[in-house]
Structures are given as structure tokens and as C-alpha cells.
């Protein structure tokens, strides 16, 4: 198959101007890399906010008692839907991150470290929220002087012409607007902002009716928020969010939670007799109060419905249409339909068709700090010319294959234990061959797989601990003493990087 007149403008020559989308946990690791490659004559980096962090900036006591919410409409579905800072009277415009009040994290320290940056010592074996936003500021300084903050992208188009990208930014505090031309473009924004709420017969009702009552896991901050509901607490979803934030109410309120799932969870829960499971929402009757369940189930008296279910695969400054003969553009409105996925990548990074285009941090159950490291490393390398990308049938062949293991929507880009050590490993070897010089991810060792492979039970004695003694564990090793943790006898320690064979 003949490549696309698109794929054939990946000439490294051409590639002297990047611009990077985002300076969070993922853009950081991004742009540390790009800057190593030592082969573009400017990285420009455009984030929203005005300092580093990402989503692990905590925002909800600046925007509590505003009354705003994070879901712009009620089912949210549409991936189309853009969310817009609240203007604070002290703090200018404010964008809601999802972390909340007691936060902490469900992957230990020693796996969320950067490339030889370690957390600091004093940093418990499952660092809280802020000490995670402390560690991602520190770590983010050297790229300071690259980035233009308050800064959001609000319109991307390709040139087919030029074969450049026009990207255009609006200060978020004086609504001014600029356009900038480059040559590649790098998405590292993140997929944590979009609220998914999924629709129902009846939750438009019910939100009409009460809508103070239904929330998104992305608006919860803390369970004494909750202390005065009289009526049932109904949470929807079983993954992560859904599980902590279960676990926070049960706990501290001492109170009943019902938590709605659809299926297992392979992610750490806390446990608690409060918890009371319940099947998958059937419909919201709000005349009523009353939520049906699938299996035939009711709950009546329901004053709070937080829904945790997840994120949108969103990037509402694409181009949602292209003109005639707007091939590149035609590209990029395409790459998102329903929210569910992003479509036509080779290795979760590149769009064939646009391969000077790339999108970091889209995997889901990964490690992401070191994760965009790798990604960022590889994709430097190919826009450098030291990767070479393999045929436009090669990829397609590739995304084809990934279809096929994952299905061709909401997990297609699930990479779970042991897919996500697969994937980076197979990067890390594409980026060894390319020789010495430029930025180096992290390698999955013997210890960090075994690790990985152990998360599950390892926090869950980690929040049987906390509660039980009111102590956070610094390491693995304090855990096992206290007779909390032992290493199950399944664990990992070695994982094959499987070669794809188109």
C-alpha cells in the first residue's frame, strides 16, 4: 500500500517547531524529552492554568460554594461538550481538577517516580494529593522557561500547503487570542476532564426535578460535605473513583453507601461492612425517589447520586468538520466520534494519516509519569528521524490488532497488568536502537513488576492499616511486620514483550 501524501510530509528536516498541549504530569515528562533530542529549534509549551500540576492541582475550595458543577449538562454524552473555567475574585480563572480533600494515590511511590527522580523521603508508600503536586512541581521547573501559562488551545487546523499546523491560544485572564504556526503538534492535555454521565430512563427527569442531587466523582471533595443528606447515597461505578470515594463516605460517616456496579474491579478497594453493592442502574424514577437496578433491586429515598463513570476521550479544540479537499483536517475531525476512543493511531501515540501529530497519556490503567517519558522519548525519535515509522499498512494492521485484543471502543486503549510493562518495554527497545543521545524512560525491573503485579492487595492492606491504626506506612516492609501484607504467591516478576507480526 502506497503511503499517504500526509504520512509522506514525516520528513525530520521539517520538523523544527513543536508545540506541546499541556504542562501536567504528562507534558513535563513530554517536553523533558523533546528538549533532549536536541533537534528542534523551538519547543513551545501552552497550559491552561497558571502553574504546574496538571489535574493534581486542587481547586474545590475555590469553587464549593459557587454552586458549578463539572458535568455542563446532564446525561452527558457528547464528547463535544467544552468545559470553561469559573472566574474567581482572587484566583482569575480556576479550571476543576478531579482531586479531592484526602486524596491519595492507588499505585505506591517507587512506580509513579520519574526517570532518577525519586519521591522525597518523608513521603509515605502511597503519597497524598499534595505531596504528589509538590513532586510534579519540582520535577516540572527546568521546562519552566519553555511554557506559556494561562494559555488555553481553543482551535488546531493543518495546512496541507505548508504541511504546518495553525494553533490558536486565548489567555484565559484577558481573553486575548493568538495564532502560531508549527510543524508537529503534541497533545499532552490529559483525559480526566470531561465528565461521562451516562443516560438513564428518567435521570433527565430527576435532574430537572432535583438538580443539586446529582454530582460527578470530578466534583466530590470530601465526605463531611455529606454529613447533613438524610436521604440514601447512591454511587454509580465500581472502578477506581467510584471504590475510594465509597470507602471515604462509609468510613466517615458511618452510614450505609450503596455503590452500582456492572462488574468486578481489578483496582484496590477499601473495604468497609457500610458498603452495601448493588447492581448496575436500570432507571431513575423521581417522582418517587426511588432508583431501580437491573437485577430487579430498588432503592428508595435517594438524595444524592454521584456518578462514577468516568471521562470522554475529548479535545474540543479539534476541528469537528473539514472542507472539501481538506485532507489533514479531515484527519483530525475524525479522530474523535462518540468519546469512547480515539480512532486511526498507530501505537496508542500517532495518527497514520498525520503522524506529525501526537497524543501522549492516552493508555488508561498505566503508570503515567514514566509513561510519558517513554512515549515522549520515542515520539522525539521519531520526529528526529532516529525511529523510523513502518508502513501506513503496518500500522493500520497494528491498530487493527489492538481492535481485536480490546474491541473497538471504551477499552481499546485499556492496557492492563501486564499489557502496559508490554507496551512500554516494546517502546523502550525502539528507543535503545536508536543509539545514545537524547531522553531515556524508565525499564521495568525484576522488583517494580512484581510490584505492579501486586498493587491490588498491597494498598488495600495499606487502607486496612490506615484505618485500623491511623498511620500511613512509609514501606512495603512496615506493612509486612504489621502482618497486613504479604506478597501473594502469583506475583510477577518477569514479562515478555510480545513482537507484533503483521
Known amino acids: 500500500m502506497r503511503p499517504s501524501l500526509i504520512a509522506l510530509s514525516l520528513n525530520p528536516a521539517n520538523i523544527k517547531s513543536v508545540a506541546v498541549i499541556g504542562a501536567g504530569p504528562v507534558g513535563a515528562g513530554l517536553t523533558k524529552a523533546l528538549l533532549n533530542e536536541r533537534h528542534f529549534d523551538k519547543v513551545q509549551v501552552f497550559e491552561k492554568r497558571g ?133 508537529a503538534i503534541a497533545v499532552a492535555t490529559g483525559f480526566y476532564d470531561l465528565p461521562y454521565v451516562p443516560d438513564r430512563p428518567g435521570l433527565k427527569q430527576w435532574h430537572e426535578k432535583f438538580p ?20 440514601e447515597i447512591i454511587i454509580v461505578g465500581n472502578s477506581a473513583s467510584g471504590s475510594d ?40 424514577d423521581p417522582d418517587t425517589k426511588t432508583v431501580k437496578f437491573v437485577n430487579g433491586e430498588k432503592v428508595a429515598n435517594v438524595d444524592k447520586i454521584i456518578f462514577c463513570t468516568g471521562y470522554l476521550k475529548s479535545l474540543p479544540f479539534l476541528p469537528q468538520t473539514a472542507k472539501p479537499g481538506e485532507v489533514g483536517n479531515k484527519v483530525l475531525s475524525s479522530l474523535i466520534t462518540n468519546g469512547s476512543r480515539i480512532h486511526g493511531l498507530y501505537d496508542h501515540i500517532l495518527p497514520i494519516n498525520l503522524p506529525t501529530l501526537g497524543i501522549i497519556g492516552l493508555p488508561k490503567y498505566v503508570l503515567p509519569t514514566r509513561l ?5 522519548a520515542w515520539l522525539a525519535r521519531v520526529w528526529s ?24 471502543n471504551g477499552k481499546y486503549h485499556d492496557l492492563n497488568f501486564p499489557m502496559d510493562v508490554e507496551y512500554s518495554q516494546r517502546l523502550n527497545k525502539e528507543i535503545r536502537n536508536a543509539g545514545n543521545g537524547g531522553y531515556f524512560g524508565v525499564e521495568w525491573t525484576s522488583d517494580q513488576i512484581k510490584l505492579r503485579s501486586s498493587i ?41 514483550v510480545p513482537e507484533f507480526v503483521p
Open 456 to 496: 491490588k492487595p498491597l494498598k488495600e492492606a495499606y487502607l486496612a492499616y490506615l484505618k485500623d491504626t491511623g498511620k500511613r506506612a512509609m514501606t512495603v516492609e512496615e506493612l509486612e511486620s504489621a502482618g497486613y501484607f504479604q506478597w501473594p504467591q502469583d506475583a510477577i516478576t518477569s514479562v515478555e
Open 51 to 183: 502553574g504546574f500540576g496538571g489535574l493534581w492541582n486542587y481547586t474545590k475550595p475555590l469553587l464549593k460554594h459557587t454552586g458549578v458543577t463539572s458535568c455542563p449538562k446532564v446525561p452527558c454524552e457528547s464528547p463535544h461538550e467544552t468545559i470553561k473555567p469559573v472566574v474567581h475574585d482572587k484566583h482569575g480563572s480556576v479550571f476543576q481538577t478531579a482531586v479531592y480533600k484526602y486524596l491519595d494515590t492507588n499505585v505506591p511511590k517507587y512506580l509513579m517516580e520519574y526517570e532518577k527522580f525519586p519521591f522525597p523521603a518523608s513521603a509515605p508508600l502511597f503519597p497524598t494529593r499534595d505531596q504528589v503536586l509538590e513532586y510534579l512541581i519540582s520535577y516540572s521547573k527546568p521546562i519552566e522557561n519553555h511554557v506559556k501559562f494561562n494559555s488555553e488551545i481553543v482551535g488546531l487546523k493543518y495546512n496541507d500547503k505548508s504541511a504546518k499546523y495553525e494553533l490558536s491560544s486565548q489567555n484565559v485572564l484577558n481573553g486575548d487570542l493568538e495564532t502560531s504556526e508549527f510543524d
Open 245 to 284: 470515594l465509597a470507602f471515604e463516605l462509609a468510613t466517615t460517616l458511618k452510614r450505609k453507601i450503596y455503590k452500582s456496579k456492572r462488574s468486578e474491579s481489578s483496582l484496590p478497594s477499601g473495604y468497609d461492612s457500610n458498603i452495601i453493592e448493588v447492581s448496575d442502574v436500570e432507571a431513575f
Open 212 to 231: 443539586q442531587s446529582i454530582s460527578h466523582a470530578k466534583d466530590f471533595d470530601c465526605p463531611e460535605d455529606f454529613a447533613d443528606v438524610e436521604g
Open 372 to 376: 510519558s517519558e517513554t512515549q515522549g
Open 385 to 408: 528521524g532516529r525511529i523510523n515509522l513502518p508502513s501506513e499498512e503496518t500500522m493500520t494492521k497494528y491498530d487493527q490488532w489492538f481492535i481485536e485484543k480490546n474491541g473497538p
